[in-house]
């Protein structure tokens, strides 16, 4: 896997999952982006939840993503332990689970389930609400602008490791996701301001009982079950945050503004064109051992060649060229034009530096003579 690890990347993520949907082929790219999650569930290095959590709802998928979340979200509550990384703990799966139960209940008049859970995302992800509104273009109260979680970050540098992955995944969930968002502006907004104000329920014309109460007025351990959730996973495994720089570094043409959020030591790691930070559990046979050996590997000082191999050099030459006279031409044509460049290249910057002085010395001549001429009159 360690070494097909290129091929998985651009071919898969970058050039099919991505490129397939600038094209308009969603259902393909959701069909890869699952594919490539099927592959390796339990960190997820090429980050492909974050990608599904808004194909499915493009793609005509919301009972797959609404299966997805529950199977897991069971799994947690119950006695038996999942090993894979759990799709319902992160914030874009948590706002696109609602809107996938509204999407399916588009043909009844009552949306009590999806609203009750567009009410626990925003209360255990309230970062998304305001870049999310802004992509809408949705005016929100200065009670929910003024609220401290409701706060835009533009880079991590003020943050801590588990609030800056959160927000980084805050902002792509809204860059992705905001298409999907548009025609569901209204039921967003309505949802947003009466988690944030309970007295004003924008839910009269319907049996939807009073939300919970916003985290802006009291905030409930089970409330923030999911976040603590979230933020114990973030911090104790660094390789599923391996994972989301990885993502966001692979795509970089997409998300060149997010890079902000990626740690300076993350960006300095060494990494390949097509894959600038491979997954820190990458095994490869390409180490010390095997390039052992071999002379210019990339970086350092060349060593100088032997007695031998400068001897072997000419042998090859001669074989190449048997001609002796035509071969010392050619070798002593090439010494010349070698000096004769580096000469050159050597006396560049004095031609240009004495063109400057002339051009200087000629202006100053100038402006005396005028002077000279105007002290005559």
């Known amino acids: 896997m360690a070494i097909s690890l290129p091929f998985f990347d651009s071919l898969f993520i970058y050039f099919y999952t991505s490129d397939l949907q600038r094209r ?32 499915a709802i493009k793609a ?23 090993a894979r990384l759990d799709p319902s703990l992160l914030p874009g799966w948590r706002y696109s689970h609602a809107l996938a139960l509204h999407v399916l209940e588009r043909n009844e008049s009552d949306h009590v389930r999806s609203t009750m859970a567009l009410t626990e995302a925003i209360q255990d992800f309230p970062t998304i609400v305001p870049l999310l509104a802004d992509k809408l273009e949705i005016s929100l109260t200065p009670a929910v602008r003024s609220h401290p979680e409701c706060r835009i970050e533009v880079d991590a540098r003020s943050l801590s490791k588990v609030d800056g992955v959160l927000h980084l995944l805050s902002h792509l969930y809204a860059q992705r996701s905001s298409g999907i968002w548009k025609d569901h502006a209204k039921w967003f907004s309505e949802t947003v301001i009466s988690t944030f104000n309970p007295s004003v329920s924008s839910h009269t014309h319907t049996s939807t009982p009073p939300p919970p109460p ?16 979230f933020c114990d ?37 060494k990494g390949l064109s097509c894959d600038p930070l491979p997954p820190r559990q990458a095994v490869t046979r390409y180490d010390e051992t095997f390039f052992e050996g071999i002379e210019d590997r990339g970086g350092g000082a060349r060593r100088s060649k032997t007695r031998r191999e400068r001897e072997l050099d000419r042998r090859r030459l001669a074989q190449m060229i048997p001609d002796a006279g035509f071969r010392h031409q050619l070798e002593v044509g090439l ?36 002077v000279k001429k105007k002290m005559r009159f």
């Open 24 to 55: 308009g082929c969603i259902r393909t790219a959701f069909e890869f982006a699952r594919l490539l999650y099927s592959l390796e569930p339990w960190t997820d290095p090429h980050g492909s939840l974050l990608h599904l959590d808004q194909l």
């Open 335 to 370: 010494f010349f034009f070698f000096v004769f460049f580096l000469s050159f290249f050597c006396l560049l910057p004095w031609i240009s530096f004495c063109k400057q002085a002339k051009v200087r010395m000629t202006v100053w001549v100038g402006r005396g003579e005028g």
């Open 233 to 269: 996973l973030v911090d104790s495994s660094e390789d599923i945050i391996w994972s989301f720089y990885r993502h966001v570094l692979v795509l970089e043409a997409q998300s060149r503004q997010l890079l902000g959020f990626v740690p300076q030591d993350v960006m300095k790691e």
């Open 60 to 82: 005509n998928m919301a009972q797959w993503l609404v299966d997805v979340y529950d199977a897991f979200n069971k799994n947690r509550q119950g006695t038996e332990t999942d």
């Open 214 to 229: 916003p985290p802006s007025v009291v905030v409930s351990p089970t409330l923030w079950r999911r976040r603590k959730a």
